[in-house]
């Protein structure tokens, strides 16, 4: 096996997308395009892995980078003048290599590494100098047309250049190659200068090695979606479906119940344990981890967080970097802020939010009540119209609930404060100290009645 090389091409501006940010960091499934193509692109554990970038070049190459790819190399192409010339950029990043270099468009994120792995297999071992994959597509409109005399590749024919007959051909060139570096930059520097930009187009070497009698080969895309790129945010949207219906499918072999796949969004890192239910509209995104025989109502959308298994989610729940143990509930219409904990039993209930704090195991907090930098121990019961007063006006303070502790409603903690282990606090209080273990804790105002005070008033009102 020769060394193998990557390059991707990802310095185009995306005109047609109509927006600011740089095409290849538009994103579907919870990745830029251009991280599905570097992750499709690891299992060849290519010895040097570059990226052409040009339009917005440092916002590129930052998002890039945290992407998590190891020892990746940025080249620059100023300006962008075509695929050929972007490619020619690198020729000093691979001064002496040798071996297999394979380009991919950085905007084409559905492209597997099972596909990968047979171009470079077949690149290999037919000792091609190049070889594209290419797919059969029933609209090709805008694609390059593979023009082929006795089953051999002739040349690509841009649709721009493409005469009527030429345009009815449906297989295309998906733009992305395996090519021999010996003869590679050579070639590149010959292609000539074409169309109204004056552009240098990859796909002329393909010609140019027929000519010089080089062997080309093709390798045919299984499933012709994986090459489709992203020009506009229609294609942006259109491929984003067809990432959510591939994970969809695949958790649902797996076990999972989802019961509208067309309403329910699941990033592409998204792990769900077998016998889950997922009902409509529900949203999972980032790294998020659900376990077994959960169940996610309506509505529900969690992000980079960790459910254990047997947790319900009710309708229209927010959940964001959190921890959820085995058998807790949450919601409906609950809010888990980032860095907030439940434990196993643990319960969250209708408008209730929680930031930064930790719920031990059994501990409740049903209704209307804010708990924000809390440590709630085991078995804690908050009463509704529970506030934790976390904010001084210039720092954040921590309230603490000692286990078994009962709150009762309409309770203000006013932190820092400790409830004591099996203490009370009173229905109403506000509370400014802290409340010793199994002591009640009563902070309210005397209530004075005032007799006849209404008709008085009503009486002094029509005089």
């Known amino acids: 096996m020769s060394a193998r090389h990557v390059i991707v091409l990802a310095a185009g501006k995306g005109t047609r997308m109509r927006a600011a940010r740089p095409k290849v960091l538009h994103r579907i499934g919870g990745h830029p395009l251009v991280g599905h193509v570097l992750d499709a692109a690891a299992p060849l554990r290519a010895v040097t892995t570059t990226v052409i970038v040009g339009h917005q070049a440092e916002a590129v190459e930052a998002a890039v980078r945290g992407l998590g790819h190891p020892r990746l190399r940025f080249v620059r192409q100023e300006p962008q003048a075509g695929t050929a010339h972007a490619l020619l950029q690198a020729e000093g990043a691979l001064a002496g290599a040798r071996g297999t270099l394979v380009v991919l468009s950085g905007d084409a994120p559905l492209i597997r590494s099972a596909t990968l792995a047979q171009l470079v297999e077949h690149h290999e071992e037919h000792g091609a100098a190049a070889t594209v994959v290419t797919a059969m597509l029933e609209r090709p409109y805008g694609y390059g047309r593979v023009v082929r005399l006795d089953g051999a590749l002739v040349r690509v024919v841009e649709e721009a250049d493409a005469s009527p007959e030429q345009r009815r051909i449906r297989e ?66 259109e491929l984003g479906s067809v990432m959510r219906q591939q994970k969809n499918a695949e958790l649902m072999a797996s076990g999972v119940t989802i019961e509208d796949p067309a309403t329910t969004y699941i990033d592409r890192d998204v792990t769900v344990g077998p016998d889950t239910v997922i009902h409509p509209g529900v949203t999972l995104e980032g790294r998020t981890a659900v376990g077994a025989r959960c169940e996610l109502r309506s509505g529900v959308r969690i992000a980079d967080s960790t459910l254990g298994d047997d947790v319900t989610v009710n309708d229209c729940s927010v959940v964001v970097r959190c921890e959820v143990a085995a058998g807790a509930r949450v919601g409906p219409f609950a809010h888990l802020r980032p860095e907030s904990a439940l434990g196993a039993g643990a319960r969250v209930g209708a408008f209730v939010e929680v930031k930064k704090s930790t719920l031990g195991a059994g501990a409740k907090a049903n209704h209307l009540s804010y708990l924000g930098d809390a440590t709630l121990e085991a078995g804690v019961n908050v009463g509704a119209g529970t506030i934790t007063c976390n904010y001084d006006g210039e720092a954040k303070h921590p309230t603490t609930i000692r286990e078994g502790a009962f709150i009762g409603s309409g309770t203000e903690l006013v932190a820092p404060v400790t409830v004591g282990r099996g203490a009370y606090v009173a229905a109403g209080s506000c509370i400014t100290e802290d409340v010793p273990d199994g002591a009640l804790g009563v902070a309210r105002g005397r209530q004075a009645n005032k007799d006849g005070w209404a008709a008085r008033r009503k009486r002094d009102g029509e005089s």
């Open 172 to 237: 295309v060139n998906a733009g992305i190659y395996a090519f021999d570096l010996a003869p590679l930059f050579g070639a590149l520097l010959a292609v000539p200068e074409a169309g109204p930009k004056h552009e240098r187009y990859l796909p002329a070497v393909l010609s140019r090695y027929r000519r010089r009698g080089l062997t080309v080969e093709t390798v045919t895309a299984a499933d012709a979606r994986e090459v489709r790129g992203v020009n506009s945010q229609a294609e942006l949207a």
